[in-house]
Each structure stands twice: as structure tokens, then as C-alpha cells.
């Protein structure tokens, strides 16, 4: 079992920054993918980045590409998205969530999820 706990959202202006943290419960966190979805009103979820267990190889939605990153400290339990640059289009709920396995951009795919937490970008 993992438990997902993101934080850092908020309300931001366009070409500002934030960081999301995901902290997870379980010893077995070091062996999860773990990936960044969000989800805008009337919008289905979508894929934002993903990072294997080993934090060796990331991948990014083509519209997030360039602008964030995303990262993970083992040690603390703790994966993280870097946004920067951001867009009125970026604001969503972002949910963090595990898949024990290799990457995959399916939300189906994720075993665990947190609650999501809200990014708003004004223009």
C-alpha cells in the first residue's frame, strides 16, 4: 500500500512558478513509478510527467515540455513538479499517483493516488 500527499498549489500569475511535493507512506516507494496527472473542469484527466524508480528517465506531455520537471528524493519519500513559465491553460487539480511498474502515460495504469491539489494561473 502507498499513500499519496501532494501540497504546494495555489494561485499564481501567468509566467510565474510553483513546485508541487507528493509525499508517500510505504517502504516500497522506491520501487514505484511515480507520474503527475491533472485534471481541468470538464476535462478529463490528463498526463502531465512521470519518473521510473530509479529517477533515471523522465517523460513529459508535449505541453509541459520545457516549462517542468519533475524530480524525486528517494530518501524522503518525496516526488516533486517543478512548473514554471506557467499558462492560464496549466490551471487544474494535480494529482500525484504510483504504478508498480515501468512508466506508462495511462491514468489507469496507477495503482495509488493522492487527493489532488489545485493550481490556479491567472492571466
Known amino acids: 500500500q502507498v499513500q499519496l500527499v501532494e501540497s504546494g498549489g495555489g494561485l499564481v500569475q501567468a509566467g510565474g512558478s510553483l513546485r508541487l511535493s507528493c509525499a508517500a507512506s510505504g517502504r516500497t516507494f522506491s520501487s514505484y513509478t511515480m507520474g503527475w496527472f491533472r485534471q481541468a473542469p470538464g476535462k478529463e484527466r490528463e498526463f502531465v510527467a512521470a519518473?521510473?524508480?530509479?529517477?533515471?528517465?523522465?517523460y513529459y506531455a508535449d505541453s509541459v515540455k520545457g516549462r517542468f520537471t519533475i524530480s524525486r528524493d528517494n530518501a524522503k519519500n518525496t516526488v516533486y513538479l517543478q512548473m514554471n513559465s506557467l499558462k492560464p491553460e496549466d490551471t487544474a487539480v494535480y494529482y500525484c499517483a504510483a504504478h508498480n511498474g515501468r512508466y506508462g502515460y495511462r491514468a489507469s495504469l496507477y495503482e495509488y493516488w493522492g487527493q489532488g491539489t489545485q493550481v490556479t494561473v491567472s492571466s
Open positions: 519518473i521510473s524508480w530509479s529517477g533515471g528517465s523522465t
